[in-house]
Nanobody
Framework: QVQLVESGGGLVQPGGSLRLSCAAS????????IAWFRQAPGAEREGISC????????VYADSVKGRFTISRDNAKNTVYLQMDRLEPEDTAVYYC?????????????????WGKGTLVTVSS
């Protein structure tokens, strides 16, 4: 059964850090383009970070560039999103996704598999 399961969300103060994990099962993540999305209340889902599987090149949304870092551990079949200097505007449900077709530069669409999301709340 193909699954992506996110974890690591929670409540954090402004300026703090969190690391999200996304564990894949039922397929080999190393052969897939990976991405993180987020959806804030009342807003559309937006792509924030993407990594190609062929050369590991990355793309970041302007809103998170320099603060967030995407990475993967193929041995663990897991993707990570390191989030630093968090701001209240980063509050959202965060989703990971995987796409078989690779693109350089990485693209956020189309994606073949999606996780169910993990909530990140940035508040004092």
């Amino acid at each position: 059964q193909v699954q992506l399961v996110e974890s690591g969300g929670g409540l954090v103060q402004p300026g703090g850090s969190l690391r999200l994990s996304c564990a894949a099962s039922g397929f080999t993540l190393a052969y897939y383009r990976i991405a993180w999305f987020r959806q804030a209340p009342g807003a559309e889902r937006e792509g924030i970070s993407c990594m190609s599987h062929s050369d590991g090149s990355t793309v970041y949304a302007d809103s998170v560039k320099g603060r967030f870092t995407i990475s993967r551990d193929n041995a663990k079949n897991t993707v990570y999103l390191q989030m630093d200097r968090l701001e209240p505007e980063d509050t959202a449900v965060y989703y990971c996704a995987a796409g078989l077709m690779d693109y350089r530069p990485c693209r956020f669409r189309p994606m073949d598999y999606w996780g169910k999301g993990t909530l990140v709340t940035v508040s004092s």
